[in-house]
Structures are given as C-alpha cells and as structure tokens.
C-alpha cells in the first residue's frame, strides 16, 4: 500500500484530503507515526477498499491521535440513525427552563424541581421558573439538577439516582413544547449527519391506569384486555395521534419544511417507540402496554414498542419474567407490531447475582425482542455464550450507550461486553440513551467507542449500516442476507451504491420499500463524504 505520505504529495484526487487542508508538512508529522506503527495485518485490512473507504481509512487513522480532530471527522461522517434515544432524556436542560419560563411554572428551591404555582402564586420556597434568568447560580443549579453536569458522588447519593432522578425534577411542562423539542432533536441529528431517529415516547395513559385500577389485576390475560378495551380504553389513541399532530406541525413550521428556506434539519426522519412505565403495579402496565399495541396498530409512526424506568427497580426486577409473559400474549394479538426492549441495564453490586440470570434471554426468548436495549449484563446470564450466539443466528441488534453504560452503571472500558457483542457477530449500534441528561450527543459515542475500543473505519462503517438495518420501517432491506453488507438485492445489483440516479428496477424497489430508501440514502452521504476527504 502505497504511504500517505506520497498520496499526499502526489495524487490530484487527495487535493481536498486532511493532510494538505493542514498542510503536507503538517500532514507529514501526523501520518508518519501511524505508517511505522502499522502492522501487516492492519495494511491488508485495506484490502478490497473502494478508493472512498481507502480515504476514510486514512483520514480515521490521522485523526485518532488527536481527540479534537477526531471528533471533527466523525461528526461529519453519516451515521445512519440513533435507535435508543428518550425523547425527554435527549432535550437539554437549558431548554426545560426556557420551557418551564414560558409556561409560568415555579422552582421548588429544595427539590430544584418544577413545580405548578398555586393561586397566591409560587408560594413559600419556591420562586417563577423565570428566576433563573436573573440569577446565575439558580440557572446552574437547575441544569446540574436536570443533567450529570459536574455531577460528584456523595454518600447517599450515586450518579445511578442523580440520573434517574432528574427525569422528576424537569417534568411538568405543556405538552405543546413538543414539537419544539422533535425540532431541538432533529436539529442536532442533521448537525451529525444523521437521518433517522426512533424516540421513546410516553403518550398520555392516565385513563388506561384508572380502567386498570377499577378492574384490578386479571390472572387471565386475554379477558383482562377485553374488559379495557370494552371500557374505552382505545380512546387514549386519538390523543396520542393528536399530540404528535401538533408536534410534528409545530417541527414543521420551525424547520420551514418544504419552503424555499427550508431547514436541512426536515431531511430528519422520526418515528417514535410507545413507551411502557414499568415501574408501576402489574395490572397498570398490563393497561399501558394494550394502549401502546393499540397506538402503535393505529397510527404507524408510532414504530414498536419499549418498557422503560430502572431495571434494578423493585417491581421491575419482581415482575421483570411477567412483564415477558405479557408482551408474548399480546404480540401473538398484534403480530405486526415491532418490539425493542431494555434488557441487562443491571450490574453486580446493583442487584443480587441471582438477579442477573435471565433478563435479556427471558427478552429474546420469551417476548421475541427484534432489538435489545443496553444488553450491559450479558456475561452474568445463565450460559452467556449460547445467548449470544443465539443472538448472533437471529439477529437481535443490541442498542450500545456507552456513556450511559459509564454513568448509571460504573461499567466501561474492558467491562463492557461491546467487543465481545462484535466477537461473537450480534449485531450491534450505538446510540445516545438521553443525550440531555447525558450532555452528550450521538459523535460523542463514536468517538469514545474509536478510542476505546481502536474501532478502523469498517468498523465504524458496519455499525452505522447496522444501525438502519434494523430499524424498525416497513419494507424490505436494501441487502441481499440480514447483516451482510456485501451483495444488495438483485434489483439493486447492477448499480452503483448511493447513486442519484438508481436504475428503473432499484428505483422501484426502492419506492417500494421505506427501510431500503434509507438505507439508499445512508450510501448516497457516505460516498459524498468519502469524496469530500
């Protein structure tokens, strides 16, 4: 292989490449370290590159030792979607205030929380959200409050509660800053390059909870849904479809969508993923879980379905086989209906080992999960390797977050099982978890995971495929085979990957289905990304 040295000096399709926008010299000293270092093994993992990836190779291995530089690189290159993302987790706490501003709410002084005004006003303790515009250290203690922003353990108190606990303190707000926050998301999406997003999203359950109530827990599945449902319970349906309406209106207006002005942030596709409260007394999920199945059969942009809250939860842990045995029921009801799951978010020392056992096998086994969420304690299972080699001959898609994997649960580096997920070929992406709570946002996870785990560009390339792989639109997949990204359909065959102009017979297939057009799509931005380096 030729050195980046002479590529740099010598070849007019490299003119636009890092090392003469900084400079050849400059080039000379970042690259020449690098080519010493590499082993023969690295330098035939080039082998059978189109000359783009060849590009992205170098300009990956010339950023890696600098984290700046790095971050630069793949913020630009395309990363497909982010599949694990909450949709309250991901909004920013900056924006919760300005929120909370405008709709008038109060700030409990103690709690740091939001809290609605009473007829005399705030009241004792408590001072207009508004407040925080006037005085710094309020405005900084809200954000630490709502984020893990300067967040320091202290006896009583891990970054495991502080995390969750700020989901509490930010809520409150009108629902009608929805759309704003779909806008706040998709715009930084389309900052990254990305293009597809799956949020988590709670509509609104409260009748679904009091039916659940009033009828108490039903051993018998089946008739426990048919008394919700004959009670009304899909009349909580027209008022998720209408929230999202209004949201997705009010994205539009702030995107310009489809003016001539318009935001690069509309090229953004959302879906959302109806979330399950999990935390709550068995006869209640049970209700929310009908509604989500009920949601996501009326209105297909709700895209599958969750359970969410701490999976170290007493309830979640006590009921976690039976939330399982739930979602199988009703899957065999709504056969259409996909289903991504948290599974494995637990650790030792979080709960008993005897806790570790089975959550994701009783995931993938039992309720049939397509994806799974987090996937942390996978070595602690019973018969690990069998699992995931199970996973790996079903392809069930693990959902990475390795920051939030850092943060709730104390696990990273070496004891996170992402490599062994990757040794063992399920596939795996990353994605954010709440990229708000986080601070973070989705090239932050992939520049941890390059310096981590020495992830080359393929890999980065595999992933990001991966991640629209298995997303959960209708249609068939671009690929020949489930995670082979070698050989198209033969409808494709013929043509150039990510062309402007597919033939006659791709560009039907590809009208055809949703999940190819993305993925379409993702090949057309990588090429112009490999072409720009």
């Given at each position: 292989m030729e050195e980046p040295a002479t590529k740099?000096?010598?070849?007019?399709?490299?003119?636009?490449s890092y090392c003469l926008r900084i400079g050849c010299l400059a080039g000379l000293l970042l690259f020449t370290p690098w080519v010493r270092a590499q082993s023969k093994a690295q330098r035939s993992a080039t082998a059978g590159q189109t000359e783009g990836e060849r590009r992205g190779t170098l300009n990956l291995e010339a950023a890696r030792v600098n984290p700046l530089q790095l971050r630069n690189l793949l913020k630009k290159m395309p990363k497909g979607a982010d599949l694990h993302n909450h949709l309250s987790g991901a909004v920013y706490a900056e924006s919760w205030i300005r929120a909370a501003a405008e709709d008038q709410l109060c700030v409990n002084l103690a709690s740091l929380s939001f809290a609605k005004p009473g007829e005399a006003g705030c009241g004792n303790g408590k001072v207009p959200a508004a407040e925080a515009y006037k005085d710094q250290h309020l405005f900084d203690a809200l954000v630490d409050a709502f984020s893990m922003r300067g967040f320091v353990p202290s006896p009583g108190v891990t970054a495991h509660d502080h995390f969750f606990d700020a989901f509490a303190k930010f809520g409150g707000t009108s629902h009608r800053h929805l759309g704003e926050w779909l806008d706040e998301l998709a715009t930084r999406a389309d900052a990254q390059n990305e293009q597809y997003l799956e949020l988590m999203h709670t509509p609104e359950f409260g009748h679904a909870a009091s039916l659940a109530s009033e009828i108490?827990?039903?051993?018998?599945?089946?008739?426990?849904?048919?008394?919700?449902l004959a009670r009304g319970l899909r009349d909580e349906v027209a008022t998720a479809k209408a929230e999202v309406?209004?949201?997705?209106?009010?994205?539009?207006?702030?995107?310009?969508?489809?003016?001539?002005?318009?935001?690069?942030?509309?090229?953004?596709?959302?879906?959302?993923?109806?979330q399950v409260l999990r935390g709550f007394p068995r006869q209640q999920v049970f209700a929310q879980t009908v509604?989500?199945?009920?949601?996501?059969a009326a209105d297909p942009r709700f895209a599958?379905?969750?359970?969410?809250?701490?999976?170290?939860?007493?309830?979640?842990?006590s009921d976690y086989a039976l939330h399982m045995r739930m979602i199988a029921f009703l899957r065999k009801l709504y056969p259409k209906i996909h289903l991504?799951?948290?599974?494995?978010?637990?650790?030792?020392?979080?709960?008993?080992?005897?806790?570790?056992?089975?959550?994701?096998r009783l995931a993938v086994e039992v309720a049939k999960a397509e994806r799974i969420g987090h996937g942390v304690d996978v070595m602690y299972e019973n018969h690990p390797h069998?699992?995931?080699?199970?996973?790996?001959?079903?392809?069930?898609?693990?959902?990475?977050?390795?920051?939030s994997n850092d943060v709730i649960l104390g696990v990273s580096g070496k004891e996170h099982p992402f490599p062994l997920y990757r040794q063992f070929g399920v596939p795996v992406a990353l994605a954010t978890d709440d990229e708000g709570v986080s601070r973070i946002d989705l090239t932050h996870e992939y520049v941890r995971a390059v310096q981590t785990y020495n992830l080359n560009y393929h890999d980065l390339k595999q992933i990001v495929r991966t991640s629209l792989e298995h997303i959960f639109l209708p249609g068939e997949s671009l690929?020949?085979?489930?995670?082979?990204?070698?050989?198209?359909?033969?409808?494709?065959?013929?043509?150039?990957?990510?062309?402007?102009?597919?033939?006659?017979?791709?560009?039907?297939?590809?009208?055809?289905?949703?999940?190819?057009?993305?993925?379409?799509?993702?090949?057309?931005?990588?090429?112009?990304?490999?072409?720009?380096?």
């Open positions: 740099c000096f010598g070849e007019k399709h490299l003119r636009t108490g827990w039903q051993e018998d599945l089946g008739r426990f849904r048919e008394a919700l309406d209004q949201a997705e209106t009010l994205r539009r207006q702030r995107e310009r969508c489809g003016q001539a002005d318009a935001s690069s942030a509309c090229r953004v596709e959302i879906r959302y993923l109806c509604l989500c199945f009920e949601t996501a599958g379905i969750n359970f969410v809250m701490p999976e170290d939860g007493y309830i979640s842990m991504t799951l948290h599974a494995g978010e637990i650790a030792p020392g979080l709960v008993p080992y005897e806790g570790l056992c089975c959550h994701i069998e699992l995931l080699k199970e996973m790996a001959r079903d392809h069930v898609m693990v959902e990475i977050s390795l920051t690929w020949r085979a489930p995670d082979n990204f070698t050989r198209t359909v033969s409808a494709c065959a013929k043509d150039s990957l990510g062309s402007e102009k597919p033939s006659s017979a791709c560009s039907s297939f590809l009208k055809s289905s949703e999940k190819a057009t993305q993925q379409w799509e993702l090949e057309r931005r990588s090429r112009q990304f490999e072409s720009e380096l």
